[in-house]
């Protein structure tokens, strides 16, 4: 058999037959040619016989062993009527790639499953090429449909850099699945994201759920106004327990030396548990908030009272809700009484998660993703990377293993 056989057979590269193979210090050069006799530009339908000019090109492939391959072909470059006189394209690697699919395949699939640096280390690449390479993979990989489906999705920011750097990500409640993310939190952000939706798409959103951030609530019912917006149960209650943890620091300032203080200040955690988590010991430190200071027990029992509308059923909690309002106001505790007048103004969004049974527990899960994402990379250097690996590792893209 000769070699060419051989190496036709061991590389399978689509489109493509080789021609001759020379061997040299560590390397093997395989010589190949397109079996497609038309010229292809790489941004467009164009394709003609006619060329340019030619010239020789070379991608990296995967190794076999102890031997990198190194694919050699002579491109030509062609007139497209739109894009002016450029590069043809070729099946088996990107446009203005150094390496073949099945080599940036087979990295995406490492960097999947272990650190940048380990990756780097094991193809012999440089660190920044492995981020460009998951970038690649991932915009030829990721569903371009995935933004006709959408029904009901959820809002979220992410902090991926110190110094206030955002991301903001959309999820698609159905399977999970991120399925845009945009650098910021702003409402320009959001305005993005709807301009990639379009018209068409934002008319058939049923709903959203997210926290309260004024800017995505103005954007989402400036550019979605049928959609319901739901908002994240566990961000209404932790305001709440962000109102008990004022009341409580400022009575414990107040009282500051006191022996009361000193009982405040180890209640913390129990005031903020749910007392069906409560460890004994905790037990007795909110008996003694109970009874040594009213005003912060209190601010206890509006908290648990909020907690309990989640679970009053969707008949209920309209009253419900108006009843803990009416005592908010009149508790005489000025952090609850702000929580009260932010709940009147987003009441339909607080009774719409109920209704529709929405949360946003799948973006919590997401944003764990991404924080182990980011600590096992030491941190991101842009937000392009960052997401391309977001995308890489929490949607289930297809990558076919060359070996």
């Not at 395989?30 to 340019?52: D, I, N």
């Not at 106004?225 to 400022?250: G, W, Y």
């Not at 414990?252 to 009361?260: D, I, M, P, V």
């Not at 049974?357 to 899960?365: A, I, K, Q, T």
């Amino acid at each position: 058999m000769r070699v060419t056989t051989v190496f036709n057979k061991l590389l399978a590269l689509q489109g493509a037959f080789v021609r001759q193979v020379e061997f040299t210090a560590g390397a093997i050069v395989v010589g190949v040619r397109k079996r497609a006799r038309l010229h292809c530009c790489p941004y467009c339908s164009f394709r003609c016989r006619a060329r340019y000019d030619r010239s020789p090109r070379e991608w990296r492939h995967v190794s076999l062993g102890r031997w990198r391959i190194i694919i050699r072909a002579v491109l030509c470059r062609l007139d497209c009527p739109e894009h002016g006189v450029v590069t043809e394209t070729v099946p088996w690697a990107e446009h203005d790639s150094k390496f073949t699919r099945d080599f940036e395949d087979l990295v995406a699939w490492l960097a999947r499953e272990m650190n940048q640096t380990a990756v780097k280390t094991l193809m012999h690449i440089a660190w920044a090429t492995v981020g460009n390479i998951i970038e690649r993979v991932v915009a030829r990989k990721l569903d371009p449909a995935r933004l006709q489906r959408l029904y009901r999705i959820g809002l979220d920011e992410v902090s991926y850099r110190k110094g206030h750097k955002y991301l903001t990500v959309v999820a698609d409640h159905e399977t999970g699945d991120p399925v845009w993310i945009g650098e910021g939190r702003s409402q320009a952000t959001v305005g993005a994201f709807f301009g990639e939706l379009g018209d068409a798409g934002a008319k058939r959103l049923g709903a959203v759920s997210m926290d309260m951030c004024a800017p995505y609530i103005l954007e989402v019912k400036d550019r979605a106004p049928q959609a319901e917006i739901a908002f994240d149960p566990f961000h209404v209650v932790k305001l709440a327990n962000e109102a008990v943890h004022q009341v409580r620091r400022t009575e414990a300032r107040e009282r500051k030396g006191s022996a009361e203080a000193a009982v405040l200040k180890g209640s913390r955690w129990a005031l903020l548990k749910a007392p069906e988590t409560l460890r004994p010991e905790e037990e007795v430190r909110l008996s003694a908030v109970a009874s040594l200071n009213a005003r912060v027990y209190r601010a206890y029992l509006l908290k648990e009272e909020l907690r309990a509308l989640y679970r009053c059923g969707t008949r209920a909690a309209p009253e419900h809700l108006r009843s803990w309002l009416s005592w908010a106001s009149r508790s005489n505790l000025s952090p609850f009484v702000k929580l009260g007048r932010t709940l009147r103004q987003y009441r339909d969004g607080v009774l719409a998660a109920i209704r529709l049974g929405l949360s946003n527990g799948r973006m919590e899960g997401l944003n764990n993703k991404i924080g182990v994402i980011k600590h096992r990379a030491y941190g991101f250097h842009s937000f392009a990377a960052l997401a391309a690996m977001v995308f890489l590792c929490c949607t289930d893209l297809q990558l076919k293993l060359p070996i």
